[in-house]
């Protein structure tokens, strides 16, 4: 006869492995909330990038404000209006059926050509040596970040449309190509190097989803960094901005053009671990110029510290992951060209920014996306969330029942294949 002594015993932990398994299965799940899931997971990523580029905004700018005599919360009422302008912009495109963009992409694209040429008008002004901003009044607006998400939506339409045909390189580049110069040359002639280098990488991350061939694609990218090159060394300016990156210590550099890369590094330093709270930033006091703009991740990384800088790029990597995810789910190429292009949009341009805080490529004028001070660039990227819900909500009615007979389906080109293709019939 045996006694039971009333003990339980604990239920075996599962060995790390099936953790693991768990946890890559929740991860690809491909359930019926899958979909909904990935949008949500954009969204509540949008706001946090959103809320933590005010809070910095606030920060970065009110010391000097009050030293100005002006109120400390001016720059951040500005930038919490264009804010809330870009939420009610990201509720539009959101509610726009996606089919709309691929019927406007062209009219979205000239339109974008007519708005960057009004830079050259007397609209035109011209902010620390860029001539790419227009003024109406008291406001003002910066086209080029417009630019990128029309060439986002105009380019992935006709590279949808023409995918049986990519296979030659005519029908490949043309007219996606001379679309993108076009864009590029504009904001070149306006001397924004910057933003000129994120829309080719836009044109080039297009071209990759589309399937380019390996020669045609090392060839673009031979054409870009040439023509980068071209751009570097017709200006003295830029020449000497990347002398002052290759030799940081040279006599007069840390006080003249690599000023600005310097005390963004000290700042970075200064934050050690966990930083020296909110609002005690020592270099943003008139040691930083603009610290508010493209150089506020210097004054997050003093503030908030190593932890909170990392935090930064963790939301940036979940925002990629749900952006992945949301085309991963779709069942058609325009969703995975316009996903594709935001995602290298907003991820590209944030690596760029935090390159250029930390030291590892010379100066250029990109902001930090949701968290640099700037209305046009918060318009545009919360109009471009917007456009990803959009097309996350196109897959939910494709994947409803009867969706063939509503003509929810937003390409009419057939499924694609895992490596992006076309399903043979």
């Known amino acids: 006869m045996t006694t039971t002594t009333g003990r339980s015993h604990p239920a075996p932990t599962p060995p790390v492995a099936s953790r693991w398994q768990q946890l890559r299965e929740r991860v690809t799940a491909h359930g019926p909330h899958a979909n909904r899931d990935a949008r949500n997971l954009l969204i509540v990523t949008t ?10 905004v606030l920060s970065a700018s009110s010391v ?59 609209l035109g002004v ?25 060439l986002i939506i105009w ?14 390189a005519k029908h490949m580049f043309v007219p996606v190509a001379p679309g993108a110069a076009i864009g590029i040359c504009l904001v070149v002639a306006g001397k924004d190097l910057g933003t000129a280098m994120v829309l080719a990488l836009i044109a080039v991350a297009l071209f990759f989803f589309a399937g380019a061939s390996p020669k045609l694609f090392i060839g673009g990218i031979v054409l870009g960094v040439v023509g980068t090159f071209l751009a570097v060394v017709s200006s003295e300016n830029r020449i000497q901005r990347i002398n002052a990156w290759l030799h940081p210590t040279a006599e007069g550099m840390a006080d003249g053009l690599g000023y600005q890369g310097a005390q963004a590094l000290y700042g970075l330093a200064g934050g050690g671990m966990f930083g020296v709270g909110i609002g ?10 603009e610290a508010h703009n493209d150089f506020v991740f210097a004054v997050l990384g003093e503030e908030l510290g190593l ?28 969703t995975t060209y316009v996903c594709g292009g935001i995602l290298v949009w907003i991820i590209g341009q944030a690596v760029l920014n935090i390159a250029v805080v930390t030291g590892m490529i010379p100066v250029i004028g990109v902001p930090l996306p949701f968290i640099s001070y700037g209305g046009s660039s918060m318009i545009a990227l919360l109009a471009a969330v917007g456009v990803l819900i959009s097309c996350s909500r196109a897959t939910d009615r494709a994947a409803a029942p009867g969706a063939a007979d ?12 895992a490596r992006g293709g076309l399903v043979r019939r």
């Open 47 to 56: 706001f946090a990038l959103v809320a933590i580029g005010l809070m910095m």
């Open 64 to 122: 000097e404000l009050v030293a100005a005599g002006d109120s400390p919360y001016d720059t951040f009422a500005k930038q919490l209006m264009w804010a809330l302008i870009g939420g009610f912009a990201l509720v539009v495109c959101a509610f726009t059926p996606f089919r709309a963009y691929r019927k406007l992409s062209w009219l979205i694209l000239f339109g974008s050509f007519g708005l960057s040429l009004l830079v050259f008008s007397p």
């Open 126 to 150: 011209e902010v620390q040596g860029n001539r790419n901003w227009i003024q109406v009044g008291s406001l003002t607006a910066q086209p080029s970040e417009f630019l990128k998400l029309s």
């Open 155 to 168: 380019g992935g339409a006709v590279l949808a449309r023409k995918a049986r045909l990519l296979g030659h």
């Open 280 to 289: 005690q930033s020592r270099l943003k006091v008139n040691w930083i110029p």
């Open 307 to 334: 932890v909170g800088a990392l935090l930064v790029i963790l939301l940036f990597a979940v925002l990629a992951y749900s952006i992945y995810r949301i085309s991963k789910l779709a069942n058609d190429l325009y």
């Open 406 to 417: 509503e003509g929810d389906t937003v390409d009419d080109l057939g499924p694609r294949t």
